[in-house]
């Protein structure tokens, strides 16, 4: 962010300044912020019969220098939109879709080399000791999970996972009884690579390897679009197949063996407490064990959108600074350029009043444009630059809001009434007759 500020002011001074060294000092305090095409234009005589009010001469004033108007009301608006847009990402993150995809229960625990990004994952992780202590503990409805991997050189890998009743109605409306017969199976198309493996169609003839090298056929029963990662190894392999058996199925054809991992559920009365045995019991008596919950899915969910947020505010307040301290700088400087044009204006009848107002009205009036800007055409940036910066995340669901900027135009309201009523403080301590020497 520092970096970039310091880019935008070197290109922004840089064209000016090479400008301004080529003017002479006579010429350059000559200057009162009017081009020449207006000077020429002012030479001409105009018919007027709009009513002269603070109000439009502020609006005259303002359009005198059109670049700079643009550059200004740019500048503030920008930084509102990707507020905006930061705050939007933010909200597009749906908790549920994320911690739907993560667990299914209240509890899972594993072997911390399934929830962890490593290669090698155990598939046996959950003792016995464990599951007889958790239940002590009331843990409720268990839903065991069973994996086995089997891959030959020149054989497509494949995952087969035995599950309950419970989990299969996670993502599958598929019979159980049928499927717990001992001749079914269902298969996944989830398959990534260069596609040169075809999915089994309902009604194909699959064959198994088990841990003995017996082999068994299996019709497939259905076909999953995709196995939950939730209830998964969480590892794919490139053209590798997935499928998945009755529970009693899996054990009987694999073998007796400990689930790869485990879910449970806890009353909520109990939760606080199962949780903290839980941390206990996974420190001291079986370190290799691991949980995520429910609960922990939500702190790094909040903590992800507390990231967006933090990240593309700091970036909204860099540019919302760079835009204040340009419409700060531009208005002082109008504003002392413009002093002996105000003199002979007051000279000729204009009040301090009405000289107030009218700069108050020349701030107000950049804000007005920022609004209509932010509210109109950057609300369809806010949606296009939300799907970019996080469109991609898997719990992503769009929406857009334009509350940052509601919210920061009061104060943005206030800097615009402010500086014009400091400027005219400093600028009414001159003397009207001092003001009007000013060459």
Known sequence: SAAFALLTVFLSCRKPGKIAAKISPVEAVKYNG??????GKATRKIKRTQTITPLTFAWANSKRDK????????????SLILLNSAFSASQSFD????????????????DSAVFASEAYKKSEGVSAEFLNAAK??????ISNIYYNYFAEPGINPVQTYGIDKTALERFSDVDYEKLCSGHYVIASNY???????????VGDKIELTGTDGVTGEFEVLAVTDEYPHSISSRVYFSNGLTFILAQDVFLSFFGERHPMQTNFN???????GFTAWLKDYTTR????????SRETLKGEFDGLRRTYVMLGGALAFVLALIGVLNFTNAMVASIFARRREFAMLQSVGMTGRQLKQTLIFEGGGYLFLTAA???????????????LIAGQVWFFKQEVTIVPSLICLPFLLLLCGLVPVICYGKLSRESLVERLRVE
């Open 373 to 387: 800007f932010t509210l109109s055409i950057g609300f369809g940036l806010s949606y296009a630059i939300t799907r």
């Open 95 to 110: 908790l549920d879709e994320y911690v739907s995809r993560s667990i299914i229960s209240d509890f899972a625990v594993a």
């Open 34 to 39: 009017i081009s020449g095409e207006m000077k």
């Open 285 to 292: 008596s079986e370190p290799n064990l691991a949980f995520i």
């Open 67 to 78: 670049k700079k108007l643009c550059i200004i009301v740019l500048s503030l608006s920008l």
């Open 136 to 141: 002590a503990q009331g843990a409720e409805e």
């Open 191 to 201: 398959i990534i690579g260069d596609g040169s493996v075809s999915a089994p169609l």
């Open 266 to 272: 806890v009353s909520p009365d109990k939760m606080a």
